[in-house]
């Protein structure tokens, strides 16, 4: 990691050094005085992960140097006696969403650690990363101070951030059917679905599902029976698949289906279930055209967006085990 950031960096003065150095604390660690710092022990897990003392300690100051900020008058005292749960719910939403990250196979390369690294602010000199200030001031000093290991927790962040955007992209910016249905109020979607444990039997039904003959041989076979679902709005796109958990993915997939190809190229998976449909109907309303004007379009698919990314990663929240050793009471 050092040899990546050692690119285009600098060094520079001993008393320039100090001061940016204490400039570095004041942004950085909030206003509290350079001191002893957070021990290694555990102030939260999240399913079996801990979350440090110390990366307690450096959320708490970083709450506070933010409040701080904003309060110049002094932090109003409701603010402060929520300040601790706060700190600690937002370190564990980062871990579940890091977790749900590395679940899926996202990661964060050494470069792109070293290029958050070398652009931030309070490591600059004159516009420079500096590697000498990072390497012989800062990451010691930030051990000693909340004994956290600083790339780790930036890794981790990152990490966070890329599955926030991955979920985001899925939700916010849809396949190019989905965004044009999305636009036009009054649209509505019919499916024609099965549900198989097999994926053999699902590959099996959806090569010939648009094949009434050999598709009702193969049902009937399998024991299946076709369910007809809609019309339904996009609103309700939880009737889809109604009894079982379905990713964005699958949502993405099936609201992406038009008329020109209304069966997927492969099976829908949904956990160890398999799901196999045709779109039998896309129908928007005969008056597409200045409904609504694009600013007030766009509002509405981000805060319908927003709402989906709520209630997925509430779905994650709910199902964490989360255990916390920390008094989140008055500070």
């Not at 930030?142 to 600083?150: A, T």
């Not at 597409?288 to 509405?300: M, N, S």
């Amino acid at each position: 990691m050092l040899d990546l950031l050692r690119k285009r960096a600098q060094s520079w003065g001993t008393l320039a050094l100090f001061a940016i150095v204490i400039l570095v604390f004041v942004f950085f660690f909030g206003y509290t005085d350079i001191g002893p710092g957070g021990g290694p022990g555990t102030a939260a897990k999240v399913n079996g992960s801990a979350i440090s003392q110390g990366e307690f300690q450096l959320a708490m100051e970083h709450t506070t140097a933010f409040y701080r900020e904003i309060f110049k008058d002094g932090i109003p005292e409701p603010v402060a006696k929520g300040m601790k749960s706060q700190a600690m719910e937002q370190l564990i939403n980062q871990h579940i969403r890091t977790q749900a990250a590395q679940a899926i196979g996202l990661r964060v390369t050494d470069e792109e650690l070293a290029e958050k690294i070398r652009a931030l602010p309070y490591l600059q000199k004159d516009g420079t990363f500096d590697i000498e200030l990072y390497k012989e001031i800062f990451l010691p000093q930030l051990k000693r101070r909340y004994s956290v290991d600083f790339e780790n927790i930036l890794r981790n962040e990152l990490l966070s951030d890329k599955y926030h955007v991955l979920l985001k992209d899925l939700m916010v910016t849809p396949e190019p059917a989905v965004s044009q249905a999305m636009q036009h109020e009054g649209a509505s979607f019919s499916f024609e679905v099965v549900i198989l444990d097999s994926e053999g039997q699902a590959r099996e039904l959806l090569a010939v599902f648009d094949q009434p003959g050999p598709r009702e041989k193969l049902l009937k076979a399998f024991g299946l029976a076709v369910k007809t679902v809609g019309p339904i709005a996009l609103s309700e796109y939880r009737r889809l698949f109604e009894g079982i958990e379905a990713t964005p993915e699958a949502y993405m997939t099936a609201f992406g289906l038009i008329p020109e190809h209304p069966v997927p190229t492969d099976p829908i998976r949904t956990g160890n279930r398999y799901v196999v449909l045709r779109l039998l109907s896309r129908q928007l309303p005969l008056s597409t055209a200045g409904t609504a004007p694009k600013e007030e379009i766009d509002r509405l698919r981000q805060e319908a967006a927003k709402l989906r990314l709520e209630e997925w990663f509430g779905r994650l929240r709910t199902s964490a085990t989360v255990r916390s050793y920390v008094d989140l009471g008055e500070p």
